[in-house]
């Protein structure tokens, strides 16, 4: 039925531009014009449906004003919204993202009716008549109902040959549990942090436990490219160089669905992860995730040569 279906942590991010941070108490900030996008998860089921996926996503708003536009925008950028719940007496998650001329960035939000997700939510069928499933941590740090309900996902993916795709976010020291349930090829993204907290470990020593597993892993690096764990064996695979960057706010999401859709579309792992982070440096000059190009043609063009694509 999908090509991906996403699963938990859609948001409603509100962006803000003020001349510097941090701001402090009392300070009196006048910001730009906010700007709205889909967040979380959702980022990346938006982007990923910009590379030509048919996607889905499953999770609940709040029965609010601020479920409205979230809905509409993943609408219009050919997301299916039809399994999204809306809840009455919770309010939509949302981040209100502060970024400062130097590109610097700081969060405030709020943890609404996506904590309240659980395996009733979880529709079965839906996961296993998807090619991929791509879920989001985030909120496992808020909800154990949300945790049973990922574990659901998971297990259900795997007993049905459904590629499997997990990126813990900050809650990457609480998902140990639901990383032994992920078997290849099913593969775990993070980025530097992450892969720290979730082995308690430095970076060199998390990449060690990553190969003695046998899982697949991506370490997002950042302006450093990022690392392919797979099958025991670690390769780089480098960065898009960019010129001007106005935020690194869901960069790792658009290398997420771009890694995924390479993978989907036949690309080997290497060639895929290459292809993420040069849509990653696309999302870099952004605000909004519905301001990202067209790009249902790039996996073809990258398949004749990367630099047929750039």
């Known amino acids: 039925m999908f090509d991906l279906l996403v699963v938990s942590d859609c948001v409603l991010d509100i962006y803000y531009r ?29 982007i990923a449906s910009r590379l030509g996926l048919k996607v889905a996503v499953i999770d609940k708003l709040g ?11 993943l609408n219009n950028a050919n997301v299916y919204t ?13 981040s209100n993202n502060i970024i400062d001329e130097l590109g ?26 998807s090619k991929a499933v791509f879920i989001s941590g985030f909120n496992i740090a808020y909800s154990s109902d949300v945790k049973e309900a990922l574990i659901k996902v998971i297990k259900v993916s795997s007993d049905n040959g459904v590629m499997m795709f997990l990126d813990p976010g900050p809650a990457a020291g ?17 980025n530097s942090d992450e892969a720290k907290a979730l082995y308690g ?4 020593d998390a990449v060690k436990a990553m190969r003695r597993s046998g ?5 997002k690096l950042g302006s450093g490219g990022a690392l392919l764990v797979n099958n025991g064996n670690v390769k780089r695979c480098p960065a898009h160089k960019v010129k001007h960057v106005l935020t690194t706010i869901g960069a790792g999401d658009a290398f997420d669905a771009a890694y995924i859709t390479g993978l989907l579309r036949g690309l080997s792992s290497y060639e895929a992860c290459r292809l993420a982070n040069y849509v ?7 605000l909004s995730t519905m301001d990202m190009p067209d790009m249902s043609d790039l996996v073809t063009q990258w398949i004749k040569g990367p630099s047929d694509a750039n």
């Open 280 to 286: 990653a440096s696309l999302r870099l000059n952004v």
């Open 82 to 94: 039809g399994f999204i719940k809306r809840m009455n007496g919770s309010y939509t998650t949302i």
């Open 174 to 190: 609480s998902v140990r549990e639901l990383i032994t349930l992920i078997k290849p090829p099913g593969v775990l993204l993070l």
């Open 18 to 46: 003020v001349r510097r941070l941090p701001i402090r108490a009392y300070d009196l900030v006048v910001a730009s014009e906010p700007v709205l996008s889909p967040g979380g998860a959702c980022s990346v089921a938006v």
């Open 104 to 129: 610097r960035h700081a969060f405030l939000g709020y943890v609404g009716a996506g904590a309240h997700l659980t395996p009733s939510d979880i529709d079965e069928q839906v996961v296993k008549s």
């Open 215 to 219: 899982g697949n892993f991506i370490i």
């Open 63 to 73: 029965n609010d004003p601020f479920s409205i536009p979230l809905i509409n925008m």
């Open 201 to 204: 470990l430095g970076l060199r």
